[in-house]
T-cell receptor, first 113, second 117 residues
Framework: DQQVKQNSPSLSVQEGRISILNCDYT??????FLWYKKYPAEGPTFLISISSIKDKNEDGRFTVFLNKSAKHLSLHIVPSQPGDSAVYFC????????????WGAGTKLIIKP | DTGVSQNPRHKITKRGQNVTFRCDPI?????LYWYRQTLGQGPEFLTY????????KSRLLSDRFSAERPKGSFSTLEIQRTEQGDSAMYLC???????????????FGPGTRLTVL
């Protein structure tokens, strides 16, 4: 059972525009959510996180939105840059997972020049 | 470079052989994690150490898998009698966790890609 789902395997966005990556989860006990970015031949790199007590967290060009009622979160990147081309993973944790991270399958973001 | 390092980066072995991977975490980090990632999937949690104590093991970690973290520094992951289904990327991560039971920011190594023929 996939508790964290990223339904778009890939996304192509023009440089300078907004990139929106989506993530859905099924476990209502998740209370902490993270986004990681992964380049080829490297391990995932932490990008941004959000606690369930918030509905938005911003860090520079990156903003994560959390909609608890819909069990949905999204990552917005504005403006998108060529260096943002990578695979983006959504991960979640909570008491049900014993605070271990449960990961989505990833979305490959391609920024077109 | 003070990040997480993993060795070897690639390992090709024949079915039935034993393999061992090493992870060197960021030096001041007390927590260390092992994950497995297969193609098109996100990482799957395998096991977790707090200092030298192995506190959790996933049900994915069969009895052919064993992990150690002697002295709370580097860690090794051994797979005995490898099977073709063990082919995957094995990722190590470390974090600096307090005594609270919450999710830390984990820093990942580049992984060891295992191919079992």
């Amino acid at each position: 059972d996939q508790q964290v789902k990223q339904n778009s395997p890939s996304l192509s966005v023009q440089e300078g525009r907004i990139s929106i990556l989506n993530c859905d989860y099924t476990n209502s006990m998740f209370d902490y959510f993270l986004w990681y970015k992964k380049y080829p031949a490297e391990g995932p790199t932490f990008l941004i996180s959000i606690s369930s007590i918030k509905d938005k967290n911003e860090d520079g060009r990156f903003t994560v939105f959390l909609n608890k009622s819909a069990k949905h979160l999204s990552l917005h990147i504005v403006p998108s840059q060529p260096g943002d081309s990578a695979v983006y993973f959504c991960a979640a944790s909570g008491v049900d997972s014993n605070y271990q991270l449960i990961w989505g399958a990833g979305t490959k973001l391609i920024i077109k020049p | 470079d003070t990040g997480v390092s993993q060795n070897p980066r690639h390992k090709i072995t024949k079915r039935g052989q034993n393999v061992t991977f090493r992870c060197d975490p960021i030096s001041e980090h007390n927590r260390l994690y092992w994950y497995r990632q297969t193609l098109g999937q996100g990482p799957e949690f395998l096991t977790y150490f707090q200092n030298e104590a192995q506190l959790e093991k996933s049900r994915l970690l069969s009895d052919r898998f064993s992990a150690e973290r002697p002295k709370g520094s580097f860690s090794t992951l051994e797979i005995q009698r490898t099977e073709q289904g063990d082919s995957a990327m094995y990722l190590c991560a470390s974090s600096l966790g307090d005594s609270g039971r919450r999710t830390d920011t984990q820093y990942f190594g580049p992984g060891t890609r295992l191919t079992v023929l």
